[in-house]
């Protein structure tokens, strides 16, 4: 079985955390039963941006990573308090370790900054949030920012903005399993592209 770790910090956006819960979920129940997905934050409490509230499986301390095979990070929202976790030591060094244990990490929107600080980005392609600010923060980090997306280097998937979201799962999915694998699932959650 493979375990993706999700991991939020207060403020995270709820929409950009549920595609790695529905993705993971639905090859679970419909594709190739591969994939468990397990949440875990600074506190077993954790507010959403927008203040609702989520218990995690784990606290950080908690984790073993050599018993995951990836990290999800969803971005989230300054002002209900993203960055006060994102950026905390504890959250950076659980990064750290995925990264040295060569693990696939993926980040949606502005969850590339505490990639960037953790300093697993320096000298690598990787974009954020599309917004010069956040751009001009995530290059602070020594990240050479790029203009698109979804940007891929080195096992890291980095994105710019929530619409990405469904296509960094799917992409987590596809380096998990395979890309048929993540094309079926992409196909019976009805984002195959087809018009109807």
């Known amino acids: 079985m493979k375990k ?25 129940v419909e594709g190739d039963n591969s994939t468990e997905l397990f949440t875990c934050g600074l506190k077993k409490e954790i507010k959403s941006s ?21 990290l999800a990070i969803p971005g989230g929202f300054d002002v209900y308090g993203f960055y006060n976790d994102a950026y905390d030591e ?28 953790s300093g697993i980005l320096k000298n690598k392609n990787g974009t954020v949030y599309n ?24 096992n890291i998937i980095t994105s710019w903005n929530p619409s990405t979201a469904i296509d960094v799962a799917l992409l987590l999915l596809e380096n998990l399993t395979t ?8 196909q019976l959650m009805g984002f195959d592209d087809r018009k109807n």
């Open 179 to 186: 890309k048929s694998n993540a094309d079926k699932i992409r």
């Open 50 to 70: 927008f203040n609702q509230r989520f218990i995690v499986d784990y606290l950080v301390e908690d984790i073993d990573i050599s018993t995951f095979d990836a």
């Open 4 to 28: 993706v770790l999700l991991l939020l910090a207060d403020g995270f956006e709820t929409f950009e955390a549920s595609v790695f819960i529905d993705v993971i979920g639905w090859n679970l």
């Open 131 to 154: 917004n010069p600010v956040r751009r001009e923060a995530l290059k602070g980090f020594g990240v050479n920012v790029i203009d698109q997306p979804i940007v891929i280097d080195d």
């Open 90 to 117: 504890k959250f950076l060094d659980l990064i750290r370790g995925f990264k040295t244990n060569n693990k696939i990490i993926a980040s949606i929107c502005v969850g590339a900054l505490p990639l960037g600080k």
